[in-house]
Structure formats: structure tokens, C-alpha cells
Nanobody, 119 residues
């Protein structure tokens, strides 16, 4: 089991920045990858960024060049630095931890943190 707690969301003007954090606890050593997803009102949850245990990163086209995913293994914390924010970035941002075990994939989710970007 993995427990995830996000923080760092808030209200920011367009062009501003925020840094989200995701504190992980539990069976952290089993995690193969972590990522950020977001869900805007009336829309499905969408991929934002991921980072693997080998530090391979991947970003959605909509955030490339503006967002940076990173992690601090000593603090068991995942980050998402968001710059040049746009109103369309407004959503609840969720942290995900993925474990691959026995041929199956298990995803653990945090409760989410609200990001609101005003125009």
C-alpha cells in the first residue's frame, strides 16, 4: 500500500507559477513510476507528467516547456513545478504512484489539490 498527500495548489494569475508537492508513504520501495494527472470540471482525468525510477520523464504536449516534474528520494516527495500558467491549466491535480507486480499494474492516488488560474 502507498499513501499519497498532495499540497501546494491555490489561486494564481495567468503567467504565474506554482509548485505542487506529493508526499509518499508506505511501501515506497515498490514504486516503479510516479506522475501527475489533472481533472477539470466536466472533463475526464488527463495525463500531465510522469517520472520513472530511472528518472525518465514524459510530459503531455500541453505542458511541455512550462511544467517540470522532479522528485526528492530522501524526502519521499514528488514535485511539479508549473510556470507560465494558463487558465486552461485550472483543474484538480492528482498524484499517482504505480507499482508493477506479478504481471499486474497497481495505481495509487492522492486526494488531489486544486489549482485555479485566473485570466
Amino acid at each position: 500500500q502507498v499513501q499519497l498527500v498532495e499540497s501546494g495548489g491555490g489561486l494564481v494569475q495567468a503567467g504565474g507559477s506554482l509548485r505542487l508537492s506529493c508526499a509518499a508513504s508506505g511501501t515506497i520501495s515498490s514504486i516503479n513510476a510516479m506522475g501527475w494527472y489533472r481533472q477539470a470540471p466536466g472533463k475526464q482525468r488527463e495525463f500531465v507528467a510522469t517520472i520513472t525510477i530511472g528518472d525518465s520523464v514524459n510530459y503531455a504536449d500541453s505542458v511541455k516547456g512550462r511544467f517540470t516534474i522532479s522528485r526528492d528520494n530522501a524526502k519521499n516527495t514528488l514535485y511539479l513545478q508549473m510556470n507560465s500558467l494558463k487558465p486552461e491549466d485550472t483543474a484538480v491535480y492528482h498524484c499517482d504512484a504505480r507499482i508493477n507486480r506479478g504481471g499486474r499494474t497497481y495505481d495509487y492516488w492522492g486526494q488531489g489539490t486544486q489549482v485555479t488560474v485566473s485570466s
